[in-house]
């Protein structure tokens, strides 16, 4: 099996991967609260496991990286149940800045900041403008449970996608890290439903908790989880991203409209 994790490669064998133009995903995260059932580590975790099945989906005929997640990232609406890190905004950004940069200074020409925590995304959305300026190269960035969206929703019984600590969120730890799952608190690891994709849209909005959103710390409902939908969701995100990365995405010249 080819390796392509970052921190487990000599320099020399990382020199070699960026003359072959290999692809760096930079898994970024957070490390919060997640319920009463699961660990701080949850988005950790998961983007990880992500990141790692879609460079072995990519390898070795297509170069691709994984470089070490970034753990902490903006999380200051879990702060409220304790267990949580959180950045404030010019840190974060400052911290993927010099990330990347030396990524760059390694010799790699493609980052795709690999993000998976609803917090990040309308940062995200933002710096990737920033650092590509900055930086001079075309850093881009995606969510890896956006990306799987469309086949989550055939999977899920109770949500179309990620909520918090959810049905999704579980099902996956049951899959990769079931030692980490509380079963004995299943039952309280519920509460109401978020939707991630609404709360991006651009409307009149107030910073809120997410104590405010829910008693449990839990939006959806884990009791409808299982390691075998857990497999398959994590299956379907590393597919996606590494069908579009194959394809040469976000690269390749966009097409103008005829």
Not at 11 to 24: F, K
Not at 160 to 173: D, K, L, N, R
Not at 215 to 238: F, N, T, W
Request: with cysteine; glycine share 8%.
């Amino acid at each position: 099996m080819t390796e392509t994790a970052w921190n487990r490669l000599s320099a020399e064998a990382l020199r070699a991967l960026a003359a072959q133009d290999a692809i760096v995903l930079l898994p970024v995260a957070s490390t919060e609260q997640h319920g009463p059932h699961l660990p701080t580590g949850v988005d950790d975790f998961l983007c990880s496991e992500v990141c790692r099945r879609t460079a072995a989906e990519l390898a070795p005929d297509y170069p691709v990286v994984v470089a070490p997640t970034v753990w902490c990232g903006l999380a200051d609406h879990h702060v409220a149940f304790g267990g949580t890190f959180t950045l404030g905004l010019a840190t974060y950004y400052a911290v993927l800045k010099d990330l990347c940069r030396s990524v760059l200074k390694a010799g790699f020409k493609r980052i795709v900041l690999v993000n998976g925590h609803g917090g990040n995304i309308q940062a995200l959305g933002t710096f990737v403008g920033e650092l590509t300026r900055e930086l001079g190269a075309p850093i881009a960035a995606t969510t890896y449970f956006m990306e799987g969206h469309p086949a989550m929703a055939e999977i899920l019984e109770d949500q179309q996608g990620v909520m918090h600590a959810c049905e999704a969120e579980t099902s996956m730890m049951m899959a990769i890290h079931p030692d980490l799952v509380n079963a004995d608190r299943l039952a309280e690891a519920h509460g109401p439903s978020f939707n991630i994709l609404g709360s991006l849209v651009p409307s009149l909005k107030r910073f809120h908790s997410f104590a405010e959103l829910t008693a449990s710390g839990v939006a959806g409902d884990a009791r409808k989880a299982s390691a075998e939908k857990g497999e398959k969701l994590l299956a379907a995100c590393a597919s996606a991203l590494a069908a579009r990365l194959r394809a040469g995405e976000p690269w390749a010249t966009p097409q103008a409209a005829s």
